[in-house]
């Protein structure tokens, strides 16, 4: 992973998908084991898993899954992190930590401000008010997660604007899934390209 921003494209699903992120220059890729148009069982995530290179970090994504279940299922696909979308506590994480797995905390963007680290993950997603819908909201608003902590944002990005949504928020990093897709669910490769190149374009 370079010193750049870090960018991770989620919701991977087929081979052609997972070939064009790590060509690209993605740093992470993500599955998703949740109900979900994006949704895959863990026996393709883990061969899928076996393209991706070692410097590639690669990401189950669950949203309030019983403990038991995520870590069957995260064994299962060989994945090296877990993102969490739920009211997980310190105890569950501190468990999947136990495990080996990068943790990854995503919290919906409102009045508190989270902090990366609160519930012992290694990295924290701050996403849309509405987490999931894919619509854009109000990055001038700055989520002012602390300096230097290792944070994504996401919601709403697209190749068009990520750039600007990096030069309000100062993310650590970004995450997409419906900003670069054709249809609900099926990505598109110039678009996922297109966004990493734009995410990590000089403003």
């Not at 905390?105 to 701050?126: K, N």
Request: glycine share 10%; aromatic share 6%.
């Amino acid at each position: 992973m370079s010193n750049s921003l870090f960018v991770k494209i989620c919701g991977l699903k087929t081979e052609r998908d997972v070939d064009t992120a790590v060509e690209a220059g993605a740093d992470a890729i993500g599955f998703v084991f949740s109900a979900s148009p994006r949704r895959i069982d863990a026996a393709t995530a883990a061969r899928l898993a076996r393209r991706v290179p070692e410097h590639v970090l690669t990401v189950g994504v669950f949203r309030a899954e019983p403990l038991d279940e995520v870590r069957s299922v995260a064994e299962a696909a060989d994945i090296r992190a877990v993102q969490l979308h739920g009211p997980e506590d310190r105890d569950y994480y501190d468990d999947l930590a136990a495990g080996g797995w990068t943790l990854i905390r995503a919290a919906a963007f409102g009045d508190a401000v989270p902090r990366c680290g609160e519930l012992g993950e290694d990295m924290l997603l701050v996403d849309a008010p509405v987490p999931g819908s894919g619509v854009a909201w109000d990055w001038t608003s700055k989520p002012q997660v602390g300096p230097g902590e290792k944070w994504l944002l996401a919601g709403g990005l697209t190749p068009d604007n990520v750039r600007d949504a990096v030069d309000a928020t100062r993310p650590w990093g970004v995450d997409v899934s419906s900003g670069v897709e054709r249809s609900r669910g099926v990505k598109d490769p110039a678009l996922i390209t297109a966004f990493v190149e734009a995410a990590r374009a000089r403003s």
